[in-house]
Nanobody
């Protein structure tokens, strides 16, 4: 069982940066692939980024590629999403997820409650 708690969301101006974090409980965090998804009001949840359990491979959605960086610290049981050059369309609730396989189409077994990111124009 893995419990995920996101933090770091907030209000930021367009062009700014923000880093959201996801703290995981459980001794097996380092064996899970981790991912970030987001959901804006009235839209379906969409993939943002994923990272393998080793951190050696990372995957990004086209919409955020080049502007976001996913990373993890297995010693701290934490995964991060650094977002730069934020746009109003990045406004969403950001969720972290844990699963056995990384990737946009992979199924994820555990989800956090989400953290709101709002980008003002």
């Amino acid at each position: 069982q893995v419990q995920l708690v996101e933090s770091g969301g907030g209000l930021v101006q367009a062009g700014g940066s923000l880093r959201v974090s996801c703290a995981a409980s459980g001794r097996t965090f380092s064996s899970y692939a981790m991912a970030w998804f987001r959901q804006a009001p009235g839209t379906e949840r969409e993939f943002v980024a994923a990272i393998t359990w080793t951190g050696n491979f990372k995957y990004y959605a086209d919409s955020t590629k080049g502007r976001s960086t996913i990373s993890r610290d297995n010693a701290k049981n934490t995964v991060y999403l650094q977002m730069n050059s934020l746009k109003p369309e990045d406004t969403a609730v950001y969720y972290c997820a844990a699963g056995r396989i990384a990737g946009p189409a992979a199924g994820y077994d555990y989800w956090g409650q989400g953290t709101q990111v709002t980008v003002s124009s």
